[in-house]
């Protein structure tokens, strides 16, 4: 028997059912709730920067999805397919061109959804798509090693456990010289801590800088902490590949650490879709509540500030600055002012970007993409709209709160020979720090002790 | 009045009344069978928003054309969108004046204003109507329930505009081809993308819940803070 099944390939028939599975009610909303009014289109920068290409349009990328769900799920597709253009999947081609789609060209920002009249949120249900592709094995392969690797090694970069703790012990090294205070640990491990601070996995790769700099601000305000041991990556790369067991299996972890700690805080350091994701879809995904404060390392930083616990001093950043807020930050957990404020602490000449905040363009490193190197090229085409906007502030540096941003950022400066540096606020306010009178302390400190050892040895 | 117009003016529409509740009740039901998303995390932002206000906000968002770059940018297409669904108003309501209250429009300013807000709606209609079949990203989004429900109602406009004064001494046809668009357009809507508003306060209040748990509604673009340190 010819059944509509029979004629649907494996992978094409799961995605469907699955499908099913996956929807919530907002979704539904959603893929219901889209009149076609094309008000959205220009909200998204791979159409500004492909005009004439309507295949960009935000609309036309969730249709694609949409189809399946008119076809399958919503009973005006059964009835009348064609009329309201339902449609299914049959090969497993169609679910690669679904795939070039869902990753290669949307980075999930949501500037659509916040300019939707309608409030349809294609990149909740984009997410979902992914995550019904990634089911089966259809992904872009920086995802599949990616997403391996947190499952696996319980981090996104595969750092392992002792090279974690020798970076750490590597920074709190750096830290004794620059604090001249042999006695200054950045601790790992430590219980009933005030804080435990977890960070992304880049800056034990590649920016262990942020490391140090985020230990100096911890110092100086006398803070008690602590580094987990495991449970320290705050990236999630469930957010982006859509399978919501990573999400909450990652954020657990983190979770877990910090109650197995009795940590009263978790301090996430600078990153957008890691603060989105620890702060905010992991208790969804992990399907638990949290019971201990969470903040972006940002508000304890201004905090610090305004409470009198550190000093800073703005003319030790010369130079202009601009804010790019990250699109998770910015439109999934308002994290907006508060950078600002803090930016404004530590710099002397802030020039805000436009548009800004809630309305500002994606790095178009977000989604993922960073870690897709077939979409390159259109990537950093659609970067135009950034490198445009970046350009207008004429000022030398741009500030995130952001990782993927950072990697994002300087990828485009890069391409479009920009001569821009791109920074984050820990260093910035590490190196606004006002430290010279502990530096010296210490140093008349440790210099008597041991004057005092050598005599006693004498 | 002939027994056509009668029955088309009464029962017929009485009828399709019926029959588009139903089909509402039937929606609202599939749609409520979904399960909702849950959010347990703990409220971001800065303190000064909630679930309700995001909610609120989100629902009059419609109302605040500068509240969303999209709107804010395009002020004609905002107008356009105003009139249109002015005009929707307008439409229904006189199919229940021309029955049941015909000495309303005994007023001629009241049958100035339908007449008014029918007949820009229809032009509005016709314009969107080029902007579906030009504009080469809205005809790539646009499915044939989308071209018919703009055709349907720009057709449904110029008929209630001759309908509104009420007058049949020259003729039925103009007032029971209204009345049959009206029936036609009632049964049509719970199936066709013209029933988007039912979903649309479902939507908003979603997404205005989720936002403004999360700081993100109402949008900021003045500094929320004090640069006094
Ligand atoms: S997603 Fe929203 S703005 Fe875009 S076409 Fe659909 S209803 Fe219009
Ligand atoms: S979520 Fe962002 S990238 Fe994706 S379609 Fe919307 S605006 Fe474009």
């Given at each position: ?133 990634c089911?089966?094995?259809?992904m872009p392969e920086g995802v599949e090693y990616v997403a391996k690797e947190q499952w696996e090694i319980g981090n996104q970069m595969g750092v392992l456990k002792?090279d974690y ?33 977890v960070i992304n996995p880049r800056e034990i790769k590649h920016d ?22 495991e449970g320290w990556d705050m990236t999630n790369f469930g957010l982006f590949n859509g399978d919501?067991e990573l999400g909450g299996a990652v954020a657990g972890r983190v ?13 996430i350091s600078?990153c957008g879709h890691g603060y989105r994701s620890t702060?905010?879809e992991g208790?969804?995904w ?42 998770n ?36 490193g977000g989604g993922g993409a960073m870690s897709m190197a ?28 952001c990782h993927n941003?950072v990697d ?51 | ?229």
């Amino acid at each position: 028997m010819n059944t509509e099944k029979n004629k649907r390939s494996y992978k094409a028939q799961k995605v469907i059912d699955r499908m099913g599975q996956k929807l919530t009610r907002q979704m539904v909303g959603s893929l219901t709730a889209c009149v076609h009014c094309g008000m959205c289109t220009d909200s998204c920068h791979y159409v500004l920067a492909n005009p004439g290409d309507p295949t960009f349009a935000p609309a036309y990328k969730a249709d694609k999805i949409r189809k399946l769900f008119k076809q399958h799920y919503d009973w005006t597709g059964k009835v009348f397919p064609k009329w309201v253009k339902a449609g299914s999947v049959y090969t497993d081609e169609e679910l690669q061109e679904l795939k070039d789609i869902v990753f290669g060209k949307c980075t999930n920002c949501r500037r659509c959804t916040v300019n939707c009249p309608m409030g349809v949120d294609l990149a909740t249900f984009n997410r979902m798509a992914r995550g019904l592709l990634c089911h089966v094995g259809i992904m872009p392969e920086g995802v599949e090693y990616v997403a391996k690797e947190q499952w696996e090694i319980g981090n996104q970069m595969g750092v392992l456990k002792e090279d974690y703790i020798e970076t750490v012990e590597w920074q709190e090294e750096e830290l004794q010289s620059e604090m001249e205070d042999p006695t200054a640990k950045i601790p790992i491990d430590k219980p009933d801590s005030n804080i435990v601070y977890v960070i992304n996995p880049r800056e034990i790769k590649h920016d262990p800088r942020s490391i140090l700099d985020a230990a100096k601000i911890f110092y100086a305000a006398g803070e008690d902490y602590t580094m987990p041991s495991e449970g320290w990556d705050m990236t999630n790369f469930g957010l982006f590949n859509g399978d919501d067991e990573l999400g909450g299996a990652v954020a657990g972890r983190v979770y877990d650490k910090v109650e197995e700690l009795r940590g009263k805080k978790l301090v996430i350091s600078e990153c957008g879709h890691g603060y989105r994701s620890t702060r905010c879809e992991g208790p969804n995904w992990a399907k638990k509540d949290i019971t201990f404060d969470a903040e972006s390392s940002v508000i304890t930083m201004l905090e610090y500030i305004k409470q009198g616990k550190i000093k800073v001093d703005k003319t030790k950043n010369p130079g202009s600055y601009t804010f790019h807020d990250s699109c998770n930050n910015a439109r999934s957990c308002g994290l907006t002012e508060e950078p600002r404020e803090l930016l404004s602490l530590v710099v002397e000449d802030f020039r805000e970007m436009y548009p800004n905040r809630a309305e500002n363009y994606c790095c178009t490193g977000g989604g993922g993409a960073m870690s897709m190197a077939e979409y390159r090229p259109s990537r950093l085409k659609s970067a135009k709209i950034k490198a445009d906007q970046l350009a207008a502030t004429g000022t030398k540096t741009v500030v995130t709160s952001c990782h993927n941003c950072v990697d994002g950022l300087t990828d485009l400066i890069g391409h479009y020979k920009l001569g821009m540096d791109v920074t984050q606020l820990v260093n910035l306010v590490a190196n606004a720090l006002v430290i010279d009178d502990i530096v010296e302390e210490n140093k008349k400190k440790y210099a008597e002790k041991e004057e005092v050892s050598s005599g006693s040895a004498q | 009045m002939s027994n056509l117009l009668h029955f088309s003016e009464h029962a017929l529409q009485e009828v399709a009344l019926i029959l588009m509740a139903t089909v509402y009740f039937l929606r609202i039901r599939w749609f409520m069978k979904w399960p909702l998303g849950k959010e347990r995390q703990p409220a971001t932002g800065l303190g000064d928003t909630n679930p309700k206000k995001g909610a609120r906000y989100s629902l009059a968002n419609i109302a605040m054309p500068w509240a969303m770059e999209s709107t804010r940018s395009k002020p004609f297409m905002y107008a356009q969108f105003v009139v249109f669904h002015l005009g929707v108003v307008a439409a229904i309501t006189l199919s229940f004046i021309i029955p049941y209250g015909p000495g309303l429009l005994k007023s001629s300013s009241l049958v100035a204003l339908i007449q008014g807000l029918t007949g820009t709606a229809c032009i509005v209609g016709f314009m969107r109507i080029i902007r579906r079949i030009s504009n080469p990203y809205i005809r790539a989004i646009s499915s044939p329930d989308d071209h018919f429900s703009l055709i349907l109602l720009t057709s449904w406009f110029a008929f209630a505009f001759l309908a509104a004064p009420n007058d049949i001494s020259g003729g039925e046809g103009f007032m029971l081809t209204y009345f049959l668009l009206t029936a036609f357009f009632l049964m049509y809507v719970p199936f066709s993308k013209i029933s988007h508003y039912l979903y649309y306060p479902f939507t908003r209040t979603y997404l205005g819940r989720s936002f403004g748990r999360r700081g993100v509604f109402p949008i900021r673009r003045k500094p929320a803070y004090q640069r006094s340190i």
